[in-house]
């Protein structure tokens, strides 16, 4: 694992949506998934919506790497569950960049219930 160059985090961190996509036993890519995300620090994290059983979220889990996209960016990049630690400042990252959609869609990918889905995205 490296760390993410600081333009390309930018670029991510600024973009409204980003696609992930995790690997197939055999090296093939899944067909992406759009999803929101948040850079926090020097780190990219991203959440599942619906909670550990979604479909991406159990596959990306098992995979551990896949390849994201974003503001222009591509990159191949490692899947890991996140520290816990950090979920107070992914949710208020996730607050401060979609609040503007609504309580619905922000509480799917905020609190203690959606903070056990959160990845840790890491370029390869």
């Known amino acids: 694992m490296t760390d993410w160059d600081a333009a390309d985090l930018r670029r991510i961190g600024a ?8 690997r197939r036993p055999d090296g093939s890519l899944r067909p992406a998934v ?6 926090v620090g020097d780190a990219l ?5 619906h909670g550990p059983e979604n ?3 159990r596959r990306a889990v098992r995979s551990g790497v ?6 222009g960016v591509s990159k191949d990049v490692t899947l890991g569950l996140a520290d816990a ?3 107070p400042e992914v949710d208020a990252a996730l607050h401060a960049k979609y609040d503007r959609y609504g ?13 056990s889905t959160t990845l840790l995205v890491l370029p390869v």
């Open 15 to 22: 973009a409204a949506e980003l696609r992930v996509t995790s």
């Open 34 to 39: 759009t999803i929101w995300h948040a850079a």
């Open 45 to 49: 994290y991203i959440r599942s919506a």
């Open 55 to 57: 479909g991406w979220f």
């Open 66 to 71: 896949g390849r994201v996209t974003a503001g």
């Open 85 to 87: 630690a950090v979920a």
């Open 103 to 115: 309580p619905g869609p922000v509480g799917a990918i905020t609190g203690p219930d959606a903070a």
